[in-house]
T-cell receptor, first 113, second 115 residues
Framework: EPEVTQTPSHQVTQMGQEVILRCVPI?????FYWYRQILGQKVEFLVS????????KSEIFDDQFSVERPDGSNFTLKIRSTKLEDSAMYFC???????????FGPGTRLTVL | AQSVTQLGSHVSVSEGALVLLRCNYS??????LFWYVQYPNQGLQLLLK??????LVKGINGFEAEFKKSETSFHLTKPSAHMSDAAEYFC?????????????FGKGTHLIIQP
């Protein structure tokens, strides 16, 4: 069964450093999303991406964040200058669109020290 | 704006008993509704979804949910709990718009199964 994969599974970084989180979507999916889950809290939508551009973003997705699909396969989330409060589990999700469900990857746990 | 309320951050049931996890939503347009399950240290797995077809939706692992527009509810049930059902359950809503819409999640309900 096709699945969404994410790397790395765990990333530890120092405050102020840049991090890139990677996701490989399910091959025929067209819509890509990033969500985050701070420990003990609910899953929060960050951004959706379609046709090589951002479709929708939340208030959380400020100028520190960016997304791209650099090589037509990977879908990345970059955090330019990490803060302590960026520590969270980051989930990538993909969908074939319309009313179709979003399939989630296993997540990357980001720890900012 | 959409929102989801899950009543009860923790629900404990005995093995073999009925499972009922509550979800109420608010949406300005007909919603799409989802239940996801998260096992420890894993991602989110879709249990079932409502997309304006049948109001009673059957999902995986014996779970089902009923969409009640008049009550703005989408409660999740399972007739007989199994130890393997112990997990975190999230209700989510999305406007019935295009595929780019993000999901709005509830805070989650931790289901505990007592032997």
């Amino acid at each position: 069964e096709p699945e969404v994969t994410q790397t790395p599974s765990h990333q530890v970084t120092q405050m102020g450093q840049e991090v890139i989180l990677r996701c490989v979507p399910i091959s025929n999916h067209l819509y890509f999303y990033w969500y985050r889950q701070i420990l003990g809290q609910k899953v929060e939508f960050l951004v959706s991406f379609y046709n090589n551009e951002i479709s929708e973003k939340s208030e959380i997705f400020d100028d520190q964040f960016s997304v791209e699909r650099p090589d037509g396969s990977n879908f990345t989330l970059k955090i330019r200058s990490t803060k302590l409060e960026d520590s969270a589990m980051y989930f990538c999700a993909t969908s074939s669109g319309g009313a179709r469900e979003q399939f989630f990857g296993p997540g990357t746990r980001l720890t900012v020290l | 704006a959409q929102s989801v309320t899950q009543l009860g951050s923790h629900v404990s049931v005995s093995e073999g008993a009925l499972v009922l996890l509550r979800c109420n939503y608010s949406s300005s347009v007909p919603p799409y509704l989802f239940w996801y399950v998260q096992y420890p240290n894993q991602g989110l797995q879709l249990l079932l979804k409502y997309t304006s077809a049948a109001t009673l939706v059957k999902g995986i692992n014996g779970f089902e949910a009923e969409f009640k527009k008049s009550e703005t509810s989408f409660h999740l049930t399972k007739p007989s709990a199994h130890m393997s059902d112990a997990a975190e359950y999230f209700c989510a809503v999305r406007d019935s718009g295009g595929g780019a819409d993000g999901l709005t999640f509830g805070k989650g309900t931790h289901l505990i199964i007592q032997p």
